[in-house]
């Protein structure tokens, strides 16, 4: 189940924001695919939050977390942050400043909105 997605890492967040990030390593890892919401162009950060928000019925929360779950990070007050579980201590996610990366969760615990799972009817 957990395939190798190492072709995400190191991806600028201008090529891939967290969004993109999260459908191309569902595609990769478990041959899903997830909803896009928007666009072609990134959404700012406020647009993002209501993209969050109005989708959350798409999703699970879930209180113990698993390889894949998304978790949802509340930047400066606003939802806008999506992340992907990997395990107890690691998470990947893109950020303007790093690009894809592995993260400390430790680092981002107080950020964190909740874990969520893609509800089987609203995968494409």
Same mark, same amino acid.
């Given at each position: ?6 072709? %995400?890492?190191?991806?600028?967040? *201008? @090529? ?5 990030? $999260? ?9 899903? @695919? ?6 072609? *162009? ?7 939050? $209501? ?27 606003? @939802? ?30 107080? %950020? ?6 893609? *509800? $089987?009817?609203? %995968?494409?």
């Amino acid at each position: 189940m957990r395939s190798n997605y190492s072709s %995400l890492i190191g991806i600028s967040h *201008e @090529e891939k924001n967290c969004w993109d990030i $999260a459908v191309d390593f569902y595609r990769l890892v478990f041959d899903l @695919e997830l909803k896009h919401y928007y666009g072609k *162009e990134t959404p700012n950060r406020i647009d993002t939050s $209501a993209l969050i928000y109005s989708n959350k019925g798409d999703f699970v929360k879930v209180d113990q977390p698993v390889f894949g779950d998304l978790i949802i990070f509340s930047i400066h007050g606003i @939802e806008s942050h999506i992340g992907i579980y990997i395990d107890q201590t690691i998470f990947f996610h893109s950020s303007k400043t790093t690009g894809s990366v592995h993260d400390r969760l430790d680092r981002w615990k107080t %950020l964190i909105v909740g874990y969520y799972r893609p *509800e $089987a009817k609203w %995968l494409k």
